[in-house]
């Protein structure tokens, strides 16, 4: 289903705390129809009862009690991570340096950017593949990088995992693909487009055709989605790649037919996921408490890419799984 949004939620808690459908929209100052409106969408979503209407007034159910408590923490830490920013605006930071994946700055990038300016005087955002990010901040030339690679544990430097996508497959939209066809079948049926293997895309996908599909050549390989999916429109090839990469280029993911990769066979059953993990790699001596509001605001934004698209790509929001924001995942 697609996540409720803040209104919504909003609007429940309203109305649970406030007793009736007209004092919530006095409290909120919206409408009666937009409380409503707001009710009748989280029940539709969640396709259940919120409310028991055979009473008067009408109560929350059991699952309307549960979505209260949840809805009502959810947007409590909204507003406790508001607070945050509004208390460091205060104390803004002269320059803070940030290297991400391009695929990463392109889509939640902007967020990032309009998040950060009310933290820092100067912000300088930079993207590019993981080694060369990486090379740039072991050698201090970054204060933060957002990273697919894998945490190593390194003395001075923590590792939190933000959020990982899904990879599926990036089909012509007029293929037909054969009932419980493998990954060797396809590419039978046309050529794999590929990620550069200087990058962790590539590398990833490398490594899962090895696996799943050995048989695979690797002709084409690009360093930007762009092309990739520009090609597979016109039915020259077939891709694997994820969500933050099609909503980067949007206007070709429209062109092309996804497919998860459960839906194809290896040895006879169905292929397993393949996923990245993004991680936020700080020096927490040098960053200091900015670091956990950075997590926070990806995460917030990563949510907000979740629902655009589910709604947009018709993908499922299990795609994207957003990282909780527990301390105890800090890696040394």
Request: aromatic share 6%.
């Amino acid at each position: 289903m697609t996540p409720p949004s803040w209104e919504q939620l909003g609007s429940w808690v309203a109305l649970v705390e406030s007793g009736s459908v007209s004092a919530a929209a006095q409290r909120l100052g919206i409408s009666q129809a937009g409380v409503s409106q707001h009710v009748r969408q989280l029940e539709d979503g969640f396709g259940t009862s919120l409310l028991d209407r055979s009473t008067r007034p009408a109560r929350p159910t059991a699952s309307g009690q549960r979505l209260y408590e949840q809805a009502r923490d959810l947007l409590t830490r909204a507003g406790q991570m508001a607070d945050a920013v509004r208390l460091l605006s205060r104390n803004k930071r002269s320059l803070l340096r940030l290297g991400c994946v391009d695929s990463f700055a392109a889509t939640i990038g902007p967020a990032m950017v309009r998040g950060l300016a009310g933290w820092v005087q100067r912000l300088r955002l930079m993207s590019g593949i993981n080694p060369e990010l990486a090379d740039q901040f072991s050698q201090h030339q970054l204060d933060v990088l957002v990273t697919t690679d894998d945490p190593r544990p390194v003395a001075g430097q923590l590792c939190v995992p933000l959020f990982s996508e899904q990879f599926l497959l990036a089909l012509p939209p007029r293929l037909q693909v054969p009932p419980l066809a493998s990954l060797a079948q396809l590419h039978g049926m046309r050529p794999f487009m590929n990620y550069s293997t200087r990058s962790k895309m590539g590398a990833l996908v490398d490594a899962y055709l090895g696996r799943h599909a050995p048989g695979v050549e690797r002709v084409f390989e690009f360093d930007a989605t762009d092309p990739l999916l520009s090609l597979v429109s016109e039915d020259l090839g077939i891709a694997l790649t994820t969500p933050l990469c099609l909503w980067q280029s949007r206007f070709h993911a429209q062109g092309v037919q996804l497919m998860p990769l459960s839906a194809l066979r290896s040895q006879g059953k169905p292929c397993p996921p393949l996923s990245r993990t993004f991680w936020l790699v700080f020096r927490p001596d040098e960053l200091g408490p900015l670091a956990n509001d950075i997590a926070a605001m990806v995460r917030v934004a990563a949510r907000d890419l979740q629902r655009q698209i589910t709604v947009e790509l018709k993908l499922p929001p299990e795609m994207i799984s957003i990282e909780d924001a527990a301390p105890s995942a800090a890696i040394p």
